[in-house]
């Protein structure tokens, strides 16, 4: 079954330092999100992204984040001086072109700690 | 007031027993809604749309009311199985999904 896989799975860093995190969409997805869950709160929208921009972004997607799509198959996003704030699970998502069906594929999240 | 809201929970219920969840949305311009599962640090999984006609997958059943801005999955014959967070989710038009806090289940055996 495809799947939608993150790395890494688990990142510490030191406030102020800059991470980049990685995702792999299922492969004939148009449409890509990030999202984050601080541990013990909701899923939190950040950024959607689609024909090579982003389509959608939220109040907490500021100018420290990034996102790009480097090649035909890498989806990333960048912090650039982490806060933190930022420690949190980060989830890659992926969805059809269509999505009005509500069906995101998740991937297992990366977990970042920052110090 | 949060787009989505949810009771935390937890539920603590038997195996085999019936449970009910509800959910309130405050944007009258959400067009789709749905449930997700969460286990324990994993990653959210669709269970199942949510139809204003009401739709049943298996043991579980969604409702929806626009009037009311109410949404509701009932489980029925709980399994150990079913432990997990569910999360209610909301969608108005092209805009990405928007989560609740979720509810937890433990179902006890």
């Known amino acids: 079954e495809p799947e939608v896989t993150q790395t890494p799975s688990h990142q510490v860093t030191q406030m102020g330092q800059e991470v980049i995190l990685r995702c792999v969409p299922i492969s004939n997805h148009l449409y890509f999100y990030w999202y984050r869950q601080i541990l013990g709160q909701k899923v939190e929208f950040l950024v959607s992204?689609?024909?090579?921009?982003?389509?959608?972004k939220s109040e907490i997607f500021d100018d420290q984040f990034s996102v790009e799509r480097p090649d035909g198959s890498n989806f990333t996003l960048k912090i650039r001086s982490t806060k933190l704030e930022d420690s949190a699970m980060y989830f890659c998502a992926s969805s059809e072109e269509r999505a009005d069906t509500g069906e995101l594929f998740f991937g297992e999240g990366s977990r970042l700690t920052v110090l | 007031r949060k787009e989505v809201e949810q009771d935390p929970g937890p539920f603590n219920v038997p195996e085999g027993a019936t449970v009910a969840f509800n959910c309130t949305y405050s944007n009258s311009a959400s067009q789709s809604f749905f449930w997700y599962r969460q286990d324990c640090r994993k990653e959210p999984k669709l269970l199942m749309s949510v139809y204003s006609s009401g739709n049943e997958d298996g043991r579980f059943t969604a409702q929806l009311n626009r009037a009311s801005q109410y949404i509701s999955l009932l489980i029925r014959d709980s399994k150990l199985s079913d432990s997990a967070t569910y999360l209610c989710v909301v969608k108005r038009g092209r805009r990405a999904l928007t989560f609740g806090s979720g509810t937890r289940l433990q179902v006890q055996p």
């Open positions: 992204f689609y024909n090579n921009e982003i389509s959608e």
